[in-house]
């Protein structure tokens, strides 16, 4: 069965947010001199990243908002080596990071092949985020002129893996969620959530390290897993 619309999640499925972050953290710290210059690599980044799972899921629930959950990761990165920031500091210490990230920004090499030979399919984005730093994370990287429509949850008030917000994305593009593919690299916000909405949900599991119980998981819940985009068009023919 032909989907005229395929959905991508934007972090870690189209656009190379690990490896932006990474980029970013490590060049933010060099820039910090003493022990956080000098920390190792692996090591931090494993330490942001857990730190940005853990305040941007506080973010989504509603718990905190944009801005807050921005802060505490700053803090949390900072409380090891003794330092304390204030919100302005915070603040500061995070737009200086920020120019690092977007100074990486990049899509996956597999998304604009992808996106080509699925053409004519009509394409968008539901992403869990704020609209204003997702679109523009999407218009830096050059993907604006494929995507029709961006969803992003800090807009409708609702996130993946909640099936409104799947629902919403297929009423924007007017089309059944059942004539809708989405893709994602988080197998439960990402793929189940949209399979439970009704669409088709595929999981991107970009570094294989899908368990065999949730390939299990997958399966029951009729979840086509994919490593590359590269496999997408294949897949959807
Ligand atoms: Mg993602």
Redesign the pocket.
Known sequence: MTRPVVLF?????VFA?RESVEAGIAAHRTTLGGALAAADRANEFARWNALEELHYHRYLTGELDFLQQRRERARGFLKPYGVQLDDAAADEWFDRYLVHYESTWTLHADTLPCLEALRPARFGVI??GSLPFQAAKIDGVGLSPWIEHVIASGEVGIAKPDPRIFHIACGVFEVEPAEAVYV???LH??AIGAARAGLLGVWLDRPGIATRAELAEAAAEGVPVIRSLAELPALLA
């Open positions: 999640d934007l972090d870690d499925t947010h992403t869990n994602g690299d988080r916000t990402d």
